[in-house]
């Protein structure tokens, strides 16, 4: 099993940046493809990037990408999302969502097996 603690969220200005941090536990963490997902006020959770578990894949939503990047580290078993150029609508939790499978096997949340409890970014206008 693994267990994931995001970190990092906060009060940001648009077009200013934020680098989530999720911690995870577990022994077979490396062996995870690792996601972000958020979650805005009356919205559906959606997807924003993936990563597979040597981190050579990675996938971003649209409406992300260019302003995105997830990495992960393995030996401190983090996951990271920097985000730069925040705009309001990025307004959301976040959550660290870990799959047990090693590859991206898309972007639906049940593809997911494990989650974090979130963290919440705001972007003012």
């Known amino acids: 099993q693994v267990r994931m603690v995001e970190s990092g969220g906060g009060l940001v200005q648009a077009g200013g940046s934020l680098r989530l941090s999720c911690a995870a536990s577990?022994?077979?963490?490396?062996?995870?493809?690792m996601g972000w997902f958020r979650q805005a006020p009356g919205k559906e959770r959606e997807f924003v990037a993936a990563i597979s578990w040597s981190g050579g894949s990675t996938y971003y939503a649209d409406s992300v990408k260019g302003r995105f990047t997830i990495s992960r580290d393995h030996p401190k078993k983090m996951v990271y999302l920097e985000m730069n150029s925040l705009k309001p609508e990025d307004t959301a939790v976040y959550y660290c969502?870990?799959?047990?499978?090693?590859?991206?096997?898309?972007?639906?949340?049940?593809?997911?097996?494990?989650w974090g409890q979130g963290t919440q970014v705001t972007v003012s206008s």
């Open positions: 577990g022994r077979t963490f490396s062996s995870y493809a």
């Open positions: 969502a870990a799959d047990r499978s090693a590859v991206v096997r898309g972007t639906a949340s049940r593809n997911y097996d494990y």
